[in-house]
T-cell receptor
């Protein structure tokens, strides 16, 4: 595997289900991100992890819970979602360096989530 | 706060014709600027980036972009479009740290 991978690619869940999205980066990066992409809206940054610590939580509802067990893996745990949470969820990674970051983020293919 | 505007929601262009996608940003200092492309069902792929130096930046797939500070713009161009260029294109800006702000995107349709 190369780059950033995400599983599953498609997910349909009911509002009472619990599911998890997985992201894995094979680039040796030390920062990872979750974005939400809804139709006709700009990408929304949800969470940022740098060196496995959460450094950003962009006012995301608690029904979304991220987990970053190591620098290569990122999860998004989903619980009691709403239909308006249906979207494409994108994971990205980047390499941060002392004194600044390259800012260049590499994206996975996304998970298309549908909440019924 | 920094913001990005892509004025064109949808552009249709004939194969072989030139393409220009507009991007305007709002930020006081010189930002870091990016163009990404997203094909249907795929994630975002970086086309090119501008950090400093030469204001005309060359990217992959024959794309280029020009940073114009006076116009707060970073427009993307391609001299001759191929059918495979049909996709959605996003301009993004980083003003500080690692936060990317994206425009709403421009969908490009290529007709034969």
């Amino acid at each position: 595997e190369t780059g950033v991978t995400q599983t599953p690619r498609h997910l349909v869940m009911g509002m009472t289900n619990k599911k998890s999205l997985k992201c894995e980066q094979h680039l040796g990066h030390n920062a990872m991100y979750w974005y939400k992409q809804s139709a006709k809206k700009p990408l929304e940054l949800m969470f940022v992890y740098s060196l496995e610590e959460r450094v950003e939580n962009n006012s995301v509802p608690s029904r979304f819970s991220p987990e970053c067990p190591n620098s290569s893996h990122l999860f998004l745990h989903l619980h009691t979602l709403q239909p308006e949470d249906s979207a494409l969820y994108l994971c990205a990674s980047s390499q941060e360096r002392a004194g600044g970051t390259t800012h260049e983020q590499f994206f996975g293919p996304g998970t298309r989530l549908t909440v019924l | 706060a920094q913001s990005v505007t892509q004025p064109d929601i949808h552009i249709t262009v004939s194969e072989g014709a030139s393409l220009e996608l507009r991007c305007n940003y709002s930020y006081g200092a010189t930002p870091y600027l990016f163009w990404y492309v997203q094909s249907p069902g795929q994630g975002l792929q970086l086309l090119l980036k501008y950090f400093s130096g030469d204001t005309l930046v060359q990217g992959i797939k024959g794309f280029e972009a020009e940073f114009k500070r006076s116009q707060s713009s970073f427009n993307l161009r391609k001299p001759s479009v191929h059918w495979s260029d049909a996709a959605e294109y996003f301009c993004a800006v980083v003003a500080h740290d690692y936060k990317l702000s994206f425009g709403a995107g421009t969908t490009v349709t290529v007709r034969a």
